[in-house]
């Protein structure tokens, strides 16, 4: 499978601008691929006034996700600002090129910013079954907590799509690796580039690894695409060698 990490800039609280870049970026694609993905909260970003962009699940944002899986052939992802039964979550969507849905609210709210205080939190992993691949997709601050995305359920491809800020790049790139190397699977992790209106800066190095933890591909501190194809039966191969997965614990997950 042929993924694609887009990494750019974000446009403060302007869902056109956001959607016009990323379908400027979409239509230079060059390669074929079966999977984009998005940065986190992606039309607007990281902003904790979602009164004052939410959209519903019919809103113009998530209708332009499914027109370009449509109109491309791919399936594509990112979160957003999605309010719903008078709660507004950080809403990860997941869309078939058929303009089918799944859905993943975010389920660890990054209190540092205050967001546990501005949105819900989720509580349902997901994954996602697409062209024979399992994909869990996660979002930003679940990366520091590898119990919720322990690999119990034998995926293949572990996503992360985030606003990751400079101070903190280190974590970024040591927790990534982490995570493909305890859950033996393939892990890309999508950020953004540029400044926001709060004065964060943020340093791209969105990637992709391997399942032993060997880097794949990295991008830079500016946008920049990058496409690269997933072997499963590489990695399948890998998992019977080593075998490590045999041995993880079982548990039960609680909020």
Not at 60 to 86: C, D, N, P, R, Y
Not at 178 to 192: D, H, L, Q
Request: with cysteine; proline share 3%.
């Amino acid at each position: 499978m042929n993924i694609t990490l887009i990494q750019t800039a974000l446009q403060w609280e302007n869902h056109e601008a956001n959607r016009q870049n990323f379908t400027r970026i979409i239509n230079s694609i060059g390669e074929h691929t079966d999977l984009v993905v998005l940065p986190e909260m992606f039309a607007t970003g990281f902003t904790m006034k979602p009164e004052l962009v939410a959209e519903d699940m019919e809103g113009e944002t998530v209708q332009w996700m499914k027109a370009i899986a449509s109109q491309k052939g791919f399936a594509i992802t990112g979160s957003l600002v999605i309010k719903e039964g008078g709660n507004y979550y950080n809403r990860l969507c997941f869309v078939y090129p058929d303009g089918s849905i799944k859905t993943y609210d975010k389920r660890h709210l990054f209190t540092l910013a205050g967001e546990d205080k501005a949105y819900t939190s989720g509580s349902e992993k997901l994954i996602v079954e697409y062209k024979g691949w399992k994909i869990c997709p996660l979002v930003c601050y679940d990366l520091r907590f590898p119990a919720f995305s322990r690999n119990l359920e034998d995926y293949d491809l572990l996503l992360y799509v985030a606003n990751w800020p400079s101070p903190r790049v280190l974590a970024w790139d040591a927790l990534l690796k982490a995570r493909s190397i305890e859950n033996m699977c393939y892990t890309a992790g999508v950020n953004r580039v540029g400044q926001d209106e709060n004065g964060h800066n943020y340093p791209g190095h969105s990637q992709v690894l391997d399942c032993l933890g060997n880097e794949l591909a990295k991008a830079s501190d500016g946008e920049e695409v990058i496409t690269i194809s997933l072997d499963k039966e590489a990695m399948l191969q890998t998992r019977k060698r080593f075998g490590f997965l045999n041995d993880r614990d079982t548990y039960t997950m609680v909020k």
